[in-house]
């Protein structure tokens, strides 16, 4: 009862925020795998969400924008262009990106914060920018963040929103990133 509950208020707030919700878009067509995570604001084309597949082990963050479709032509053709979308397995795609149609994402690919992809990235990337341009290779970055961990400071899931975090540990984090970086669980 508690699950129905909770699932009919998520699917109000999603509406209330003008997204369709997952399970709606899974239904008219959006292929998704596994451990999908879909933070607020991300708006996956309804009108044409059966173009989209989406692999295992990929995060959306805040506000991505995932388009199959692309009505610049409609008013001086009557067509609008519509291509297929494709993200691969072990992806994150940070705020605020965007994917435009005819798009392949490959497997084990970070895209940047803010970036535009409006063509195809590499297994094995690292992209950024408008339009994305792949930067680096995965191994790359993920080895360039483990060596910061080494001398920057780490914490655990207790120092996030999500188990309370309490106002000392929150004065403590600013200070301790005074000078840099550091990462949370």
Known sequence: MIYLVK???????????GEVDTESLIRSGLTVGKNFSRQGGVIIDPPHCWLISI??????ASR????????????????????????GNNVFVGANSTILPNVKIG??????????????IPDNSVAVGNPAEV????QEFVDKNENLMK????????WT???GISN????????????GIGFVE
Do not use: C, Q
């Not at 699932?7 to 925020?17: N, Q, V």
């Not at 692999?55 to 959306?60: E, I, K, P, Q, Y």
């Open 168 to 179: 000392e540990k929150r004065k403590i984090m600013r200070e301790k990133l005074k000078d």
């Open 55 to 60: 692999g295992d082990n990929v995060t959306l």
């Open 135 to 138: 930067v680096a290779k995965t």
């Open 151 to 158: 001398n920057r400071p780490v914490w655990d899931f207790d």
């Open 7 to 17: 699932d009919f208020l998520r699917k109000i707030i999603f509406r209330i925020r």
């Open 107 to 120: 497997n084990n690919v970070v895209i940047g914060a803010g970036s535009v992809v409006s063509r195809d």
């Open 161 to 163: 929103i999500h188990r």
């Open 64 to 87: 991505v924008y995932i388009l199959a479709h692309d009505a610049s032509t409609k008013m001086h053709t009557g067509y609008t262009k519509v291509g297929n979308v494709s993200i």
